[in-house]
């Protein structure tokens, strides 16, 4: 099978609008972990979230087609026009043999909320007639793909938080058996609204530490009380090998392994035994290789690190790499997560650095894994893995290596 490489990168957060901007700040050890802006919580039991600010839509795409995309797809589209530009297709691209793969865990939520409440008090014929096309998952490829014309495979995963890693793993499957040379990957999503906040709240999924906003994502630490809804994009430009080297593209990492499986116990509430084998079937893929660090998908829920932490340890032993989860310092992404987290974690790779897990002052004995605390570590780094694992019991892995 063809092999797949990272040849371009981008992300929005709530710590910057751009990867290098974000990366850095997550290096810091910085926290976009704030009161919500986008809508007045003050009716909510939790009133923070790691939001993206200063965003003007306007400045991505026409301002008259800003009002036809739900937030989800603008931020998608940032994070995908820096990708594009990173890879730096001077020569141009067969069109026809560059897909997309796109991600989200829910979509347009807001414009689900908002339309709904238009129709039930104003009724429907007051429904916006570009409510449904914002709305839908696919749509952020749809939009995406038209801007860069990319005509070939056009896919959209919505597993929940596992999306966009298993976007990845679709992309390069694709390119792997020769339907596409070339597939854009983004994962967006944006759920910061009433009905999002409140509906993860009385799952009591969320932190509820509205007073101290930048301490209440603790990813691992034994005070942790929840997760924190953040929004974002992460994009990448997967290539086959050989057409990048030919065209001189700069090759970050190459896609190795990944692997996907379902935990078929409960809705809502992980096991140890899915995400392992999600482990597990990524390293078999990737062949003889020694994991240097692993990027968590650690969103500081009491079961979530627990079993993630004794799933990694199961696997590696006392050989278990350096482990760390940036969802204390932007918010756990939803959908968007696996791409913004692939991102980061080859940015890691690129740059010899580990990014830390803040927050972490108090350790768990259910969590007793090296989680590289507080500051950034250097180290020389080959391989990577980025987890991530959804509602309805939906894992995925990837791993990256250097060529």
Do not use: W
């Amino acid at each position: 099978m063809k092999r797949v490489v990272v040849t371009g990168m981008g992300m929005i957060n709530s710590l910057g609008h751009d990867k290098e901007s974000s990366f850095e700040a997550i290096l810091r050890g910085e926290c976009g972990i704030r009161r919500i802006e986008l809508f007045d919580p003050s009716a909510q039991t939790v009133q923070i979230a790691g939001e993206v600010t200063n965003f003007d839509p306007s400045t991505v795409m026409d301002a008259k087609e800003v009002k036809k995309a739900d937030r989800f797809i603008q931020l998608g589209i940032k994070a995908a026009k820096e990708a594009m530009s990173d890879a730096n297709f001077t020569d141009g691209f067969e069109s026809e043999r560059f897909g997309v793969s796109s991600a989200s865990g829910i979509g347009g939520l807001p414009n689900i909320e908002k339309n709904s409440i238009v129709c039930e008090t104003r009724g429907p014929k007051r429904i916006s007639p570009f409510f449904i096309p914002s709305s839908l998952v696919n749509m952020l490829g749809g939009f995406i793909s038209i801007e860069h014309s990319l005509k070939g495979p056009n896919l959209a995963s919505v597993t929940a938080c596992a999306a966009g890693t298993h976007a990845i793993a679709e992309a390069s499957k694709t390119i792997m058996i020769g339907g596409a040379d070339r597939m854009l990957v983004v994962g967006a999503e944006s759920a910061i609204c009433p009905a999002g906040i409140g509906g993860f709240a009385a799952m009591k999924a969320l932190s509820t530490r509205n007073d101290e906003p930048k301490l209440s994502s603790r990813p691992f630490d034994k005070d942790r009380d929840g997760f924190v809804m953040g929004e974002g994009a992460g994009a990448l430009v997967l290539e086959e090998y050989e057409m990048a080297v030919a065209r001189g593209a700069k090759i970050y990492a190459e896609v190795v392994g990944f692997g996907e499986s379902g935990d078929a116990n409960h809705i809502t509430t992980p096991v140890v035994d899915g995400p392992l084998r999600a482990m597990k079937a990524a390293l078999r893929m990737a062949g003889d290789v020694k994991v240097d660090y692993i990027n968590a998908h650690g969103t500081s829920t009491p079961a979530n690190d627990k079993n993630e932490s004794s799933a990694i340890k199961e696997i590696f032993g006392e050989n278990t790499p350096p482990v760390s989860s940036i969802k204390g310092q932007i918010g756990h992404c939803l959908g968007a997560a696996g791409a913004i987290e692939a991102v980061v974690s080859i940015m890691s790779l690129d740059r010899n650095i580990m990014p830390p897990t803040i927050n972490y002052t108090t350790p768990d004995e259910n969590c007793p894994l090296d989680y590289i605390p507080n500051q950034a570590r250097e180290s020389e780094l080959n391989v990577v893995m980025s987890n991530s694992f959804g509602f309805g019991g939906t894992n995925g892995v990837v791993i990256f290596k250097k060529i």
